[in-house]
């Protein structure tokens, strides 16, 4: 009995986890929570270090060092280990920064007017503009400049407080053009047994138009007054010949979404996830700028990937997170309440989690709160009782009265005996003996007594002529009817 009822508890919370996730699909305003806690803030800079050998006057070395930022968007952590896809804009300068670093130390050293670009110059004085046009790259064995170029990524994590310093990626594989997908991984790795919260991949991008996506991404480094945003966006026909990327159209025509996915990348939602309606997951990656905002499909997203021989994956903190966002948007705020507080544990600075948690406590127990709801309502059966209770009773007469017709037929009844004549004052002879008989179902003969042998009546025993009773010796008259006796 404990086996079926352990058995029947597990399909009954089987079905109950299997239906919660589709109830919670129903709210697409939570649909991105799976996604935002992987966002991150992408900034990307050049760092130069240039040695100036200035042979003009008295021999000098001028030694200068120059940030020059290039990229700032958002990426999507697809690995606990850290690895981000984001766009090769964010990770590879287009730019040569080793011409804008020559044109500075010149305008800085010799005092002249030089345009800080990335663009070769030419000087009027004939001795300066020599070299200057030895200092521009590629290096010779004449160069007047040493350079060094390397570049720096920061990725600053959707975490409260804000990380003030992030954490150093390098890119390991790019696309050729800007607007091609970038993968990138930690430059040291990433300590802890969890890692990051990590965004779920589709397999595909939805083909029907119109279909409602959402973009989620910052507009800024994160802190206490910039949080990430999310924005509704709707995917357009299928791009044109020649197009990079799929377009963004509003189904209903009020809003000019190309416009305003455009602005929004060049504020900063560049290279942020495109997030599925249907189920919550990246279907691509934000890219254009200006008056045009596209998407990049998955595909061109998972190919990246393995191009670069990386395995996107979930962790621990993702289904953790999960199972306490599904009972969240089912509004069972008490059980989400304790999921929460498991991913904070594993993840201390989950900003989607902080604020779900609290939300949930908030609301714990109150009106609201299924699981309350549940607690407090008596169990409720889907069929009465009394059926079961008069089948029962039904079974239980037919087995009485079949164990009762089955005992009278195989016990025998009892023995009876026939009636012996006895003569007065005499016993039964050795010989005699007694007939039973057996009441059957069939007919039956008696077995015919043997003979009885009688003996004389003893001459001094009386008896009343009148009525037969048995007369004493010193009897006159007859002690029952009162007859005299004769003598």
Not at 160 to 181: I, L, M, Q, R
Not at 257 to 281: N, Q, R, T, Y
Not at 314 to 339: M, Q, S
Not at 371 to 397: D, E, H, N, Y
Request: net charge neutral; hydrophobic share 40%; glycine share 10%.
């Amino acid at each position: 009995m404990a086996r079926l009822t352990a058995l029947a508890g597990g399909v009954a919370a089987a079905i109950v986890l299997l239906a919660m996730p589709a109830v919670a699909h129903e709210h697409p305003s939570g649909i991105t929570d799976l996604v935002t806690p992987a966002v991150v803030r992408l900034e990307a800079v050049s760092h130069v270090e240039i040695t100036l050998l200035d042979h003009v006057g008295e021999l000098k070395h001028v030694e200068r060092s120059y940030d020059i930022p290039f990229g700032a968007g958002t990426g999507t952590v697809v690995s606990p280990d850290g690895t981000i896809v984001s766009l090769r804009r964010l990770a590879v300068n287009p730019d040569d920064v080793a011409v804008y670093a020559a044109n500075k130390v010149f305008a800085e050293h010799h005092k002249v007017k030089i345009p800080i670009d990335y663009k070769k110059h030419r000087l009027a004085d004939d001795l300066l503009d020599h070299h200057l046009q030895e200092c521009y790259p590629p290096k010779t064995s004449t160069a007047t400049c040493i350079i060094d170029v390397t570049t720096e990524i920061t990725a600053f994590p959707n975490v409260s407080p804000a990380s003030a310093e992030g954490f150093k990626v390098k890119c390991v594989k790019a696309g050729p053009d800007p607007d091609s997908p970038a993968v990138l991984v930690p430059v040291t790795p990433m300590t802890g047994s969890v890692g990051m919260p990590t965004a779920p991949l589709a397999d595909k991008v939805p083909e029907n138009t119109g279909a409602p996506t959402n973009v989620a991404g910052f507009l800024g480094r994160p802190g206490p007054n910039v949080h990430h945003t999310v924005e509704i966006a709707h995917l357009g026909k299928g791009g044109a010949a020649g197009a990079a990327g799929r377009p963004f159209a509003d189904p209903e025509s009020k809003v000019d979404e190309p416009v305003k996915l455009g602005g929004l990348a060049d504020k900063g939602l560049i290279g942020a996830p495109i997030i599925g309606d249907k189920d919550g997951h990246v279907i691509g990656l934000l890219v254009g700028g200006g008056k045009e905002g596209r998407m990049i499909g998955i595909r061109e997203v998972t190919g990246i990937l393995a191009e670069a021989k990386v395995a996107p994956r979930r962790g621990a903190i993702d289904t953790a997170f999960e199972a306490a966002l599904t009972r969240y948007h089912t509004r069972y705020y008490t059980e989400a309440a304790p999921g929460f507080q498991r991913v904070l544990e594993l993840y201390p600075g989950n900003v989607v989690a902080a604020g779900l948690l609290k939300t949930s406590l908030a609301k714990r127990g109150g009106p609201e709160d299924q699981g309350t709801k549940q607690a407090a309502s008596p169990p409720s059966r889907s069929m009465p009782l009394w059926p079961f209770i008069v089948a029962a009773a039904i079974v239980c007469i037919a087995a009485g009265g079949g164990a009762y017709l089955l005992w009278r037929r195989r016990t025998p009844e009892k023995a009876t005996e026939l009636p012996q004549p006895v003569a007065a004052g005499s016993p039964l002879d050795d010989g005699a003996n007694q007939t039973v008989v057996v009441r059957r179902s069939q007919s039956f003969q008696v077995v015919p007594q043997q003979q009885q042998v009688m003996t004389a009546p003893d001459p001094a025993i009386k008896y009343c002529t009148s009525c037969g009773m048995r007369l004493g010796p010193a009897h006159r008259f007859c002690g029952y009817c009162g007859h005299p006796i004769e003598t």
